[in-house]
């Protein structure tokens, strides 16, 4: 009877707490970002981290662990460029739409022909379906080389 009264006030307690968390802004999301990866076209197959001048570089990822929609913002910045700013903008891929579990990519080529020698970073930010909120975060390096041939 003891063992029966104890699993009847476990189970309220269980209840009590479910109640509460399910009425609160709590969220338990473990939707992510997984790894970048670079690459030269769409699919960064074969994948690399140096690139030549001349190339178009393309950050592939996707969003992992959930069904829910959600939307990823894309930046490609300058980290270590002559001439430019450390963390100023490259490009802006601006917000994707990505529809639950799917890739996504964007592309980053200089309108002039040919990007700078140094080194770029890639931003890749997981945001709610209406974009109010940051959920994961992702970032990469890659480097523009003058005398890289594939």
């Known amino acids: 009877m003891k063992t029966k009264i ?16 399910s009425q609160s802004n709590i969220s338990f999301s473990t939707a992510n970002i997984g ?3 670079f690459g030269t076209n769409n699919a960064a197959n074969p994948q690399s981290e140096i ?3 001349k190339d178009k570089v393309y950050i592939v990822s996707e969003v992992q662990n959930t069904h829910s929609k959600h939307k990823v913002k894309i930046v490609f910045l300058y980290d270590d460029v002559k001439g430019k700013e450390a963390g100023s903008l490259a490009t802006d891929c601006g917000e994707i739409d990505v529809p639950g579990e799917h890739s996504f990519n964007c592309s980053v080529f200089s309108e002039k022909g040919q990007l700078a020698a140094g080194r770029y970073k890639a931003q890749a930010v997981l945001l709610n379906e209406d974009g109010s909120r940051e959920i994961d975060r992702r970032e990469g390096t890659f480097e523009i080389v003058n005398d890289y041939e594939w």
């Open 6 to 21: 104890n699993l009847v006030l476990a189970l309220v307690v269980l209840m009590a707490a479910s109640l509460g968390m």
């Open 51 to 53: 690139f030549g001048p």
């Open 35 to 37: 790894d970048l990866k």
